[in-house]
């Protein structure tokens, strides 16, 4: 049974940063593209961050780029997203994701996700 369990969230001032966790269990990292969502009420899911062992490739949307860094240990079955240089707008509950054999490039369709974690929630204050 796959399960994804966040942690890491919480409240920070804007400029600040946050390392969200996410605890893997039940699949490899090998046949699966793992990475974060986030949603604020009232809108759509949207795919943060995501990264392929098997595509050798990594994700990010062009609001994150330069401030949010995937990385995953192994070991541990663990995906971490690094968050610096937060912004009020960041605010938002993050959700980790799993989806098999997935292109990356469509990976930001919360449709085609088959995993979710219950989630975890950011609040950047201004």
Known sequence: EVQL???GGGLV???GSLRLSCAASGFSFDEYVVGWFRQVPGKEREGVSCFSPRQG???YADSVKGRFTI???SAKNTVYLQMNG???EDTAVYYCTAV?????SLWSYPNAIDYWGK???V???S
């Not at 098999?100 to 990356?104: D, E, F, K, T």
């Open 5 to 7: 369990v966040e942690s």
């Open 57 to 59: 490739k990594t994700y």
């Open 13 to 15: 001032q804007a400029g």
């Open 123 to 125: 609040t950047v204050s």
């Open 71 to 73: 990385s995953s240990d």
């Open 100 to 104: 098999r054999n997935l292109l990356i």
């Open 86 to 88: 937060l912004k009020p």
């Open 119 to 121: 989630g975890t929630l």
